[in-house]
């Protein structure tokens, strides 16, 4: 690519890209991060500080919150080293900036998928055994069944990126190491996961409106069994509302995403943006290569790691 001057300007592109595992020096410290006996510490850190944080939340709250707080901390110090000492940061913060950046393409992906699942979900909505279901799971529980949810929807978009990236990098003058096919998986994964946030949140903010122009405290105490209890003395706010629309929500992200990667029209139009891309980052890989292979003493091509 002609705007690389340097080789240090091809970097920082590579860095403002989320595409860090391109830089071979970076992949080393990577790779140094991943040594077994690092990663064992830092899982023995992370369980310890889950099971002070979930204990501790357990004998000053509820028993149901010690165990969602226990694997939410886990998770933070995992996702912690992740962004720090794995130099995933970059690769998180293209991901965010990328979908913010075009808010303008997700309407045509929202109007094609967002009708058929308002009408699906909003059958459930107004669901006598739904709102018996999810105004009654504890906060703890309804934490960890949303923790579930996004489990599984992160496990569909993984199970697509090989058939994703196969088009895309799986060329003759294409040979990435490990660690870069990673990375374009990284970028794919998070690209769309803040895709799918979006919609679920703008589906959350949906069904607080929706049910606090519909649902009055009568309606509701008859479908969940107890009073209702209103939130920001506002009478038709309440907190079974909150609980049944988080619930529902995070169902429709994982319906959005098992819809966007199993079907062809969806999937076109959920992974065509992010896969242009990454081609366009394969063509800067091979310009970033050739600035290496011109300095002296750097080895030719670089396919470390």
Same mark, same amino acid.
């Not at 890209?17 to 790779?31: D, K, M, N, Q, S």
């Not at 995992?78 to 970059?90: I, K, V």
């Not at 405290?217 to 038709?236: F, Y």
């Not at 079907?263 to 896969?275: A, C, G, S």
């Given at each position: 690519?002609?705007?690389?001057?340097?080789? =240090?300007?091809?970097?920082?592109?590579?860095?403002?890209?989320?595409?860090?595992?391109?830089?071979?020096?970076?992949?080393?410290?990577?790779?140094?991060?991943?040594?077994?006996?690092?990663?064992?510490?830092?899982?023995? *850190?992370?369980?310890?500080?889950?099971?002070?944080?979930?204990?501790?939340? +357990?004998?000053?709250?509820?028993?149901?919150?010690?165990?969602?707080?226990?694997?939410?901390?886990?998770?933070?110090?995992?996702?912690?080293?992740?962004?720090?000492?794995?130099?995933?940061?970059?690769?998180?913060?293209?991901?965010?900036?990328?979908?913010?950046?075009?808010?303008?393409?997700?309407?045509?992906?929202?109007?094609?998928?967002?009708?058929?699942?308002?009408?699906?979900?909003?059958?459930?909505?107004?669901?006598?055994?739904?709102?018996?279901?999810? +105004?009654?799971?504890?906060?703890?529980?309804?934490?960890?069944?949303?923790?579930?949810?996004?489990?599984?929807? +992160?496990?569909?978009?993984?199970?697509?990126?090989?058939?994703?990236?196969?088009?895309?990098?799986?060329?003759?003058?294409?040979?990435?190491?490990?660690?870069?096919?990673?990375?374009?998986?990284?970028?794919?994964?998070?690209?769309?996961?803040?895709?799918?946030?979006?919609?679920?949140?703008?589906?959350?903010?949906?069904?607080?409106?929706?049910?606090?122009?519909?649902?009055?405290?009568?309606?509701?105490?008859?479908?969940? *069994? +107890?009073?209702p209890q209103s939130l920001l003395g506002i009478p038709?706010? =309440?907190?079974?509302?909150?609980?049944?629309?988080?619930?529902?929500?995070?169902?429709?992200?994982?319906?959005?995403?098992?819809?966007?990667?199993?079907?062809?029209?969806?999937?076109?139009?959920?992974?065509t943006t992010v896969t242009d891309e990454l081609t366009?980052?394969?063509?800067?890989?091979?310009?970033?290569?050739?600035?290496?292979?011109?300095?002296?003493?750097?080895?030719?091509?670089?396919?470390?790691?």
């Amino acid at each position: 690519m002609s705007e690389f001057a340097d080789r =240090t300007s091809a970097e920082t592109w590579f860095g403002r890209h989320g595409l860090p595992y391109f830089v071979p020096e970076t992949r080393h410290a990577v790779h140094a991060g991943l040594r077994p006996a690092r990663l064992v510490l830092v899982a023995l *850190g992370a369980v310890a500080l889950g099971a002070i944080v979930g204990g501790t939340v +357990a004998l000053a709250s509820r028993v149901s919150w010690g165990v969602p707080s226990a694997m939410t901390t886990a998770g933070a110090v995992a996702a912690l080293y992740a962004l720090t000492t794995l130099r995933a940061g970059p690769i998180a913060g293209w991901g965010i900036r990328h979908t913010l950046g075009s808010l303008g393409l997700l309407v045509p992906l929202a109007t094609r998928a967002l009708p058929l699942l308002l009408l699906f979900v909003t059958f459930l909505f107004i669901n006598a055994e739904v709102w018996e279901l999810a +105004a009654r799971l504890e906060g703890g529980v309804l934490w960890l069944v949303v923790l579930l949810f996004t489990a599984i929807a +992160a496990g569909f978009l993984l199970g697509r990126m090989p058939e994703e990236l196969a088009a895309t990098s799986e060329s003759g003058e294409h040979r990435l190491t490990p660690f870069e096919r990673a990375n374009l998986v990284l970028v794919l994964l998070v690209a769309q996961a803040v895709q799918v946030l979006l919609l679920a949140l703008a589906l959350l903010a949906f069904f607080l409106v929706f049910g606090a122009m519909v649902m009055d405290r009568g309606l509701v105490e008859s479908w969940t *069994g +107890a009073p209702p209890q209103s939130l920001l003395g506002i009478p038709n706010l =309440t907190w079974e509302l909150v609980q049944v629309s988080i619930f529902l929500a995070a169902f429709s992200g994982l319906h959005f995403t098992v819809t966007a990667v199993t079907d062809d029209l969806y999937r076109k139009e959920f992974f065509t943006t992010v896969t242009d891309e990454l081609t366009r980052a394969l063509r800067a890989r091979t310009a970033y290569l050739e600035l290496r292979d011109r300095e002296p003493g750097q080895p030719t091509g670089d396919t470390s790691g």
